[in-house]
């Protein structure tokens, strides 16, 4: 275990950070599951650029690398246009 203050303050802000990341991580896995689920054009193309936000926000904090998300929106994208 940690001996020194920064350490243990380390310590705390990566679990911190661990779970917010985690909540939203899951969060936008599970918008990409409902868009790709989604069947209707009218409520995917409303929907997409939620979803491509949220992974641009992933993205942008290092949650997900920046080409998993650019792979993942081209691919939702493609699903949308072509309903």
Do not use: C
């Not at 950070?17 to 909540?23: C, Q, S």
């Not at 209707?40 to 979803?51: D, I, Q, R, S």
């Amino acid at each position: 275990m940690a001996n020194h203050l920064s350490a243990k303050k380390r310590i705390r802000q990566s679990e911190k950070r661990r779970l917010h990341n985690k909540y939203y991580a899951k969060t936008t896995r599970s918008a990409v599951r409902k868009l790709r689920a989604t069947n209707e054009k009218a409520a995917a193309e409303e929907l997409f650029p939620k979803v491509a936000s949220m992974l641009d926000k992933l993205a942008k904090s290092n949650v997900i690398h920046i080409k998993k998300a650019s792979n993942l929106k081209s691919s939702l994208a493609l699903h949308v246009n072509g309903l």
